[in-house]
């Protein structure tokens, strides 16, 4: 009994001195300079990002951009870094697609990377062509319902989240319309806008310039809440569907090693950054909805956007090239 009381204190005294060391580990951090690693999509949010933590942590933050591979290339960089705050990812909703499109990936994506924060979302916009005459969600089931796969939607390539979009209304409403995938969502706009294709779900700051011009009617946004730019567009959900819900997204994740401290010390970090007006102004000046989160509140995002994914594309049955 005594030999198991003795392993009993000399487990709890090596898991104190763990935990005293990973929080005196985190009152140093930061001490060097620190990497946010960019794959696909914009990096604006990485740049404000990146100037607010310079300015905080008195060490330069450097946006290192690696696109490659869909973003392959970034989030393994990431996840085979070391664990300790110093490399962090630039995070989308590219990812937890790619979790079920790509599953031979070189990492994974919940076992390899630990979810820091969220920063910003932005919808989807579902656009039509000014000639298409619908000027609803129901208008627009009617008509698809009136021509089985007779109508196409553009979408910004297979497995991206404007596709899933299509995918999620076709499966609500039980229409037939047919994708025709672009790479990249410009070339999808400008045929929906010069009407070789009739709809599409378009990243909202693409959208918005066609919008204002009269060149795309909206007729709804993706997101469960109206988008602040367009906010006499009402939402999918808000047209018969409660729950619809797509949207882009981005956040920091890190090496899934990194020490709990850190990664709390992070999040708090960013979450104060996306609630300062200068940062939420350059934020919403490129379409984006600041948000800032807990690391837990995030970690249930990310959970809830793989598990809604997997849904829409194994009832699509959509396979990777």
């Known amino acids: 009994m005594s030999n198991v009381r003795t392993s009993r204190r000399a487990c709890c005294v090596a898991l104190a001195s763990l935990a005293l060391g990973n929080a005196a580990f985190a009152q140093d951090f930061p001490s060097r300079p620190t990497k946010i690693i960019v794959g696909p999509g914009p990096d604006i949010l990485a740049r404000i990002v990146a100037e607010k933590l310079t300015a905080s942590w008195g060490h330069p933050v450097i946006v290192d951009q690696r696109p490659g591979a869909g973003g392959i290339v970034a989030a393994d960089g990431v996840a085979k ?177 990194t020490p709990q401290a850190i990664v709390d010390k992070l999040a708090v970090e960013l979450a104060r950054i996306m609630h300062m007006p200068d940062a939420q102004e350059k934020a919403q000046a490129a379409g984006f909805e600041p948000a800032g989160s807990t690391r837990k509140d995030f970690e249930a995002f990310v959970k809830a956007d793989i598990a809604r994914a997997a849904k829409v594309i194994k009832a699509a049955n959509i396979q990777p090239d």
């Open 81 to 257: 870094s070391a664990p300790d705050g110093y490399t962090l990812l630039l995070s989308t909703g590219s990812y937890t697609i790619n979790t079920i499109m790509q599953p031979h990936s070189p990492y994974d994506f919940e076992r390899d990377l630990a979810p820091v924060a969220l920063i910003a979302t932005l919808p989807f916009v579902l656009v039509v062509n000014p000639a298409v005459p619908v000027h609803s969600v129901k208008e627009l089931v009617a008509l698809a319902k009136s021509k089985p796969g007779k109508l196409n939607y553009a979408s910004s390539g297979k497995g991206t989240p404007p596709h899933l979009a299509g995918e999620m209304l076709k499966q609500m409403a039980g229409i037939d319309i047919v994708h025709v995938p672009y790479k990249g969502a410009g070339p999808g706009v400008i045929d929906v806008a010069g009407g070789q294709v009739e709809m599409m779900f378009v990243p909202a700051p693409s959208a918005l310039p066609l919008v204002k011009a009269g060149k795309l009617r909206a007729i709804a946004v993706s997101s469960p809440k109206r988008y602040f730019a367009l906010p006499d567009v009402p939402t999918v959900a808000e047209q018969g569907y409660p729950d619809f819900s797509v949207m882009g997204w981005n956040g920091i994740h890190v090496a899934a090693k």
